[in-house]
């Protein structure tokens, strides 16, 4: 099974900072991670696939990077919207496995 | 659009047998590359994938739970059915179904989820 550490685990951040999550992987997954936004109370939703992909809908500040086993998702000028918890996903093997979350809370 | 809604008892006993449905709207599970999975989530916790399954009947479960699950699905109700056996109040947890493709593999879109506690 694939484990998926990402880091931190919380963050507390101010409105226009600029965000890193990162996601490693025990193994390489190639470019099968994917990026995943949950805010309170609702059901997680797609931010970005295949590492880098964007996704339509998705605010352009949000981008992902990496391949093999380490990856990152930046969020750009953050936002009081963007209080959330953020998942990654690897694709690559069963068992499909997450990340443990990070969760952002914005000041 | 494609929508997925999940329903199921809300309270379980320990010892019982969870029997949740996935009811879905905008595509079909008899079409090629088509698959829905089933993950949890208990309170404040991560995410933990349980079990798939695709349009050819191919199905995958989680290895630590793979004794206790068992998923199905009815392609003319566009439904899909996953049981849980023997529950115990650590799978307390919200249950989502969601659909992902085969070519493409993201977990996309999501059901609102169904909150599930295991109490005696």
């Known amino acids: 099974e694939i484990v998926l550490t990402q880091s931190p685990d919380f963050q507390s951040v101010t409105p226009k900072e600029k965000v890193t999550i990162t996601c490693r992987a025990s193994?390489?997954?190639?470019?099968?991670l994917h990026w995943y936004q949950q805010k309170p109370d609702q059901s997680p939703k797609l931010l970005i696939n295949y590492a880098s992909q964007s996704i339509s809908g998705v605010p352009s500040r949000f981008s992902g990077s990496g391949s093999g086993t380490d990856f990152t998702l930046t969020i750009n000028s953050l936002e009081a919207e963007d209080a959330a918890t953020y998942y990654c996903h690897q694709s690559s093997s069963l068992p499909i496995t997450f990340g443990q979350g990070t969760r952002l809370e914005i000041k | 659009q494609v929508t997925l809604k999940e329903s199921g008892p809300a309270l379980v006993k320990p010892t019982q047998t969870l029997t949740l449905t996935c009811t879905f709207s905008g595509f079909s599970l008899s079409s090629s590359g088509m698959r829905v999975s089933w993950i949890r989530q208990p309170p404040g916790k991560a995410l933990e994938w349980l079990a798939r399954i695709d349009w050819g009947d191919n199905k995958v479960y989680s290895t630590s739970l793979k004794t206790r699950l068992t998923i199905s699905k009815d392609t003319s109700k566009n439904q899909v059915v996953l049981t849980m056996t023997n529950m115990d109040p650590v799978d307390t947890a919200t249950y989502y179904c969601?659909?992902?493709?085969?070519?493409?593999?993201?977990?996309?879109?999501w059901g609102q989820g169904t909150l599930v506690t295991v109490s005696s």
């Open positions: 193994q390489s997954v190639g470019s099968s």
């Open positions: 969601v659909r992902s493709i085969s070519s493409t593999n993201w977990l996309d879109p």
